[in-house]
């Protein structure tokens, strides 16, 4: 069983910058795949990021080129780097593992249902 704990979270003004991080707790997630979903108010779940065991990574669009996902398998904490956000990037946003399954397809490794282990979430809230 792994249990996942979002952290960094919080309330900022359009434009500034955001840090969230995911532990692990009860068993090393090195060999699976890791995820960052966000889900807003009234809308459904959407993958935003993921990152396999090894290193490799995949993108939303409308987040490419704002956000960073990355991990450290020494000290197993996922990161989500989150630049120049916007009002519409409010939502309360969970971290995912799941088996890093090969040959998964770059959109697939962003569909919730290939994650078996979830955090509570951390909100995120961005004030224009």
């Known amino acids: 069983q792994v249990k996942l704990v979002e952290s960094g979270g919080g309330s900022v003004q359009s434009g500034k910058s955001l840090t969230l991080s995911c532990v692990a707790e009860?068993?090393?997630?090195?060999?699976?795949?890791l995820g960052w979903f966000r889900q807003a108010a009234g809308k459904s779940r959407e993958g935003l990021a993921a990152?396999?065991?090894?290193?490799?990574?995949v993108y939303e669009d409308s987040v490419a080129r704002r956000f960073i996902i990355s991990r450290d398998k020494s000290k197993n904490p996922l990161y989500l780097k989150m630049n120049v956000l916007k009002p519409e990037d409010t939502a309360m946003y969970y971290c995912?593992?799941?088996?890093?399954?090969?040959?998964?397809?770059?959109?697939?490794?962003?569909?919730?249902?290939?994650?078996?282990?979830w955090g509570q979430g951390t909100q995120v809230t961005v004030s224009s």
């Open positions: 995912a593992a799941g088996p890093d399954t090969p040959f998964l397809s770059r959109s697939s490794k962003l569909v919730d249902g290939f994650y078996i282990y």
């Open positions: 009860g068993h090393p997630t090195s060999d699976y795949r």
């Open positions: 990152v396999d065991s090894d290193g490799s990574t």
